[in-house]
């Protein structure tokens, strides 16, 4: 118990600077406080989101920080309060909390708790201290949990028990990737069985969008991607035919309407990029269709689109963590794992050692990685 109200040094991956490679530092981790947990960071997985960030695109991030939002380790110590978990229970950080108290948590229609990011920033504890320090600095956290750390602290509702036998170096990504592509279309979409899906994007959210689909019962999966390497992993998780925008003269929505005959029933986008939200739009039935926007869109972007397109009874959605109530959900679908009721693992393509972190990131970058995980 000794270690429970003393400081931790460890190794953690340091944002110095916007558009800066990490720097491998030891910090300072402090106790707990009350109704906080402290957590030893086993497998922590490299998103699309962790690299916008360091390219400045998510709003409100206080520098210097450390990232990592998709982790899986082992409670270490709790502050006064906390009932939620207990040292030495199997966890995943939540980069979306559930406070379980506010109106949005209690609201059956939402999983976007008044606690996230995007409605009060999460640089800070919530006592608007932090718990890391480096080099004699207070570092910020990001998103409350900075699983780039080996050791790191968060507010118990951004906490989330799992299996005691869950493999963390698989299950990490609960934390963001596969939990946000799976919902995005078993509850943001609700995907119909016989159903035509097209996914713009097969990265490792894209990919778990396909598994969603197929779980959902959809007979047709485009997968849409400008890298043809991806399209064996989609085939394999259940996409039925893959196309290359760049084979085409004609733009990729007009494809995919000649492909379908009035268009899909459900379009996914999993880029973050405007052209692609719109033409995922466009590439929809008119009288039926639904889109859902799924990856983090550029900051300060905004989309110029023909407003008849909805005027026919199109949907245009979004969804945050695939709308799962995180406290709730994560547990549950880490739970279907263990029965093997799906199968994220194949979206690991790299697992690597903790200091080689900026690899990882070029990997993502250069699209040779669909998931890396990194392990301390």
């Not at 008044?114 to 004699?136: A, I, V, W, Y």
């Not at 939990?179 to 990919?207: D, E, H, M, Q, R």
């Not at 269709?289 to 972007?301: A, I, K, N, Q, R």
């Not at 008849?308 to 963590?321: D, Q, S």
Request: proline share 6%; charged share 20%; with cysteine.
């Amino acid at each position: 118990a000794s270690t429970a109200l003393s400081v931790i040094k460890c190794k953690a991956a340091v944002a110095w600077e916007v558009d800066k490679p990490l720097s491998i530092e030891e910090v300072e981790v402090a106790p707990p406080k009350a109704h906080e947990v402290r957590v030893k960071i086993v497998a922590t997985g490299i998103c699309g989101t962790d690299d916008h960030v360091l390219k400045g695109s998510i709003p409100n991030i206080d520098y210097p920080f450390i990232p990592g939002h998709e982790g899986a380790g082992i409670v270490e110590s709790i502050g006064e309060g906390v009932t939620c978990v207990k040292p030495g229970d199997k966890v995943i950080p939540l980069c979306l909390p559930q406070c379980g108290e506010c109106s949005f948590c209690l609201n059956p229609d939402t999983n976007c708790c008044l606690k996230t990011h995007l409605h009060e920033s999460q640089n800070l504890m919530p006592d608007k201290t932090s718990r890391f320090t480096c080099k004699g600095k207070a570092i910020h956290h990001f998103l409350w949990i900075s699983t780039f750390s080996e050791y790191t602290v968060m507010p118990d509702s951004a906490i989330a028990r799992i299996d005691d036998d869950a493999p963390l170096d698989k299950v990490c990504l609960f934390g963001c990737g596969f939990s946000t592509g799976y919902g995005a279309a078993i509850n943001t979409a609700k995907v119909k069985p016989g159903s035509t899906c097209a996914i713009f994007g097969l990265g490792g959210v894209g990919l778990s969008v396909v598994v969603g689909c197929k779980s959902a019962g959809a007979s047709r999966i485009i997968g849409i991607d400008i890298n043809k390497d991806k399209f064996t992993k989609a085939r394999e998780l259940g996409a039925t035919e893959c196309i290359n925008p760049q084979d085409f003269k004609k733009p990729i929505q007009e494809v995919l309407l000649e492909m379908t005959g009035h268009g899909v029933d459900y379009s996914f986008e999993v880029v973050g990029h405007t052209d692609t939200m719109v033409a995922a739009l466009v590439s929809c039935h008119m009288g039926s269709g639904t889109c859902v926007l799924v990856g983090t869109p550029p900051l300060g972007s905004q989309l110029s689109f023909d407003p008849l397109l909805l005027f026919t009874g199109r949907t245009w959605k979004g969804c945050l963590i695939g709308g799962w109530k995180t406290k709730d959900s994560i547990p549950k679908l880490v739970s279907g794992y263990m029965e093997k009721k799906f199968n994220p693992d194949v979206l690991i393509t790299h697992t690597l050692p903790f200091d080689k972190i900026n690899e990882g990131f070029e990997l993502l970058q250069s699209g040779k990685s669909i998931h890396t995980v990194l392990v301390f």
